[in-house]
């Protein structure tokens, strides 16, 4: 065979068979379309009969699939939205790379990520690709499909859009009043975010779209997706297909649970180095208080995690997180608010004893955490705790006492295990017995003496000089 009649025959490839050429042929199979065909056509140079009697194979499948869809062709093409085609068509095989989607496990790739290029200059454009189902991928979706719920499909076709960006993997991300039909049925995407800024137009919200309900699900026939969207000035798309299985939050925990327990002793490393003395501080911790509270839910948890690319030891409830995140996927640390991966959760195996040992009271809400490691339960009082209370004014309830004292205290702050002393001034307490209702009644009434509340006539205090004191302690007895 000639190479002319070669050349035709590769010419009349499209981009799937372009690169299954290239890729048999050891070259690369990334660009448009018109790059391809150019690296084909110098493999033809090469007078290799491998490569040839290559070409043969693909251009009679190629002719033979051809027949069968009835003459139609299923390269992909983009078109304006007057109908009439372009020269330009999807990027395919390109090196997007779209990020794992933790509650979806991928199946098969419909449709590797293709770009969306325009081709004019006109505000909307419409691009057009097909696929077709294997009898295996359409026997796993009508098998797997709930028949309570006309549109539940555990295992579903699935497509996403995304920025194309290679720099690195790509979150979902929807074109610019971009549309969706499958096989000419409109398919319903999520709807936009309303915004109150002006001139800015509202963002659907990231996420996968199912056309299971659309696709024709037989391996006889095929399937076309046509998107329109509008064209954004240095922002371009990618769009792309495949068959996924869906997961619940409890199969996302149960994967979480086999994958086993953060090593215990891993986490004791990451208390001593908070607690470890730094020479260039002033301040030296000597205990870390960490709530056994998930700060979502705001109960105790019962399975504790975090993400290993967080630095606090604070953790939360996987199953609550996992739920919230099933609902609303936003992914995001609920201790420090950065975002976080889903692989990278880890189950605690620190605080899961924590929790798990008979040493930690039902009504404790903090544990302190010492520097070797160890721990003890922190039970916060309903009472007042003048130790930890930052008041200049301190109200004490005393009973059964006759006298008018005057109390001079400098009660201890505690912050931590620092000890920092706070001044008080001076309290007035007054205790009486009432005779009127027959029965023992205390109470105490602080007067605080400064410079902007005047000591009570009633009761007048002499200045601290003029008064007689005992030696210890400071108390004047008035009958």
Known sequence: MSDQELRSMVLAFRVSELTMLLSFGGKSSAGRKQDLQQRALDLIKMKNPAINAKIKELYKARNLETSALGGQNTYSKTQSHGGQSAASEF????????????FYDVLAELIKPSGLVPSSVDRFQEGLVQFRLTPQQATEIVSNRDLRKSDSYPVQIQIRFALFETTSEQDDCFPSNVSVKVNGK?????????????????????????????????????????VSWTPEMYKNYVVAAYIVRKLSSQDLLQRMQKKGPWPIDYTKGLIKDKLK???????????????VNCPLGK????????????????????????????????????VCDKAILYDNLVIDG?????????????????????????????????????????????ILDLEDVEEVSVVKATPAVTVGTEVKTKHVEEVLLIDSDSDETGTHASSAISAIHSANRPTTPALPVPPESSMVRPSSPDIIVLD
Not at 91 to 102: A, E, I, S, W
Not at 309 to 324: I, K, P, R
Not at 368 to 379: A, L, Q, V
Request: charged residues 25%; aromatic residues 6%; hydrophobic residues 30%.
């Open 277 to 291: 003395v730094d020479r260039d501080s002033e301040i030296a911790l000597t205990s870390l208080r960490v709530s």
């Open 186 to 226: 409109a398919v319903q995407l999520p709807n936009p975010i309303p915004t109150n800024k002006p001139g800015v137009e509202p963002k659907r919200p990231p996420r996968p779209v199912d056309i299971s309900p659309y696709c024709n699900l037989s391996p006889i026939g095929s399937n076309s997706i046509t």
């Open 350 to 394: 620190y605080f899961t004893k924590v929790l798990d040992s008979r040493l930690l009271p039902s009504d404790c809400t903090e544990v302190e955490m010492k520097i070797d490691g160890s721990w003890e339960p922190k039970i916060i009082c309903g009472k007042p705790n003048f130790g930890s209370t930052a008041t200049n004014k301190e």
């Open 299 to 334: 109960v105790r948890m019962v399975i504790p995690c975090r993400s290993t690319t967080c630095s606090h030891l604070q953790c939360f409830d996987a199953s609550l997180f996992l739920q919230m995140n099933e609902r609303k996927p936003t992914w995001m640390c609920p």
């Open 91 to 102: 990027l395919t095989q390109t090196d997007v790379k779209l990020k794992k989607l933790p």
